[in-house]
């Protein structure tokens, strides 16, 4: 087994709240630099900043995932990781379908561009990202496990937009590969809490906008390699595999 050192909460100059910094060439140029073997993209409602980072990531040695951080119906953000080009090009249609139309106002919520691996300005997105889903977080996950993905509630310590402090409760049918903590909180009290399932898994993760962010809270996977199919596996508690947070 080996130790991989992993944030899969990372956002790029696609979200508007991000940063402009946050390009392919800084964001994979940040990662090594802060020791991680793997990272998650996951811009609000969007998958499009994906690819260009997965393909620098390639030429450096960089394992890099692609998904989004969703905003559900009920202002739940959630984690969705997607092992294949084809389930992220998939859910990014069912995010298309299903996102609320809004105008973004670049000077109010900020710039949402797509850049590639040189720093060109590829797309500009008009629709606000940070709005909210048209659909449920139960929906949500089902979704993402029949794309045969990745679904982490995000920083559930939060005040805001965490699912305890939107719905006051985990929902009993939702099927969570884990729960996100930010580096704040204190894994010996969350481990305890009564609101969460039996034996919950836990990850942290920056939830980056900065650079500076990138790897400031990451999570420890001991597995055999790093692919999404042994990610999977170390949730799940599959063989000798484990996780370690603090």
Known sequence: ???????????????????????????????LNAGLGIIAITDHNSTKQFPYIKKLGMKQGLKVIG???????????CITLFETDEAVAEFQNYIDKHLIAMSNDPNYFGYQVVV???DEIMEYEDR????????GVIEIEKEVHNLNGI????????????????????PSELKAD?????RFAKLADWKCDQRLPANPVFVRNSDAHQL???????????????????????????????????
Request: charged share 25%.
């Open 1 to 31: 087994m080996k130790q991989y050192r992993a944030d899969l909460h990372i956002h790029t100059t696609l979200s508007p709240c991000g940063s402009l910094d946050m390009s392919p060439v800084n964001i994979v140029k940040a990662a």
């Open 67 to 77: 998904g989004a951080e969703i905003n559900s119906f009920e202002e739940v953000h």
């Open 116 to 118: 590639n691996e040189l």
């Open 128 to 135: 606000l990202l940070v709005n909210r889903l048209d659909v």
């Open 151 to 170: 679904f982490i509630p995000a920083h559930i310590d939060r005040p805001f937009n965490g699912m305890i402090s939107q719905l006051g409760f985990i």
């Open 178 to 182: 884990a729960f996100e903590i930010t």
């Open 212 to 246: 500076k962010a990138i790897g400031q809270a990451y999570t420890f996977f001991e597995m055999e390699e790093a692919t999404f199919s042994e990610i999977r596996k170390t949730l799940n508690g599959e063989g000798e595999r484990k996780i370690f947070i603090d």
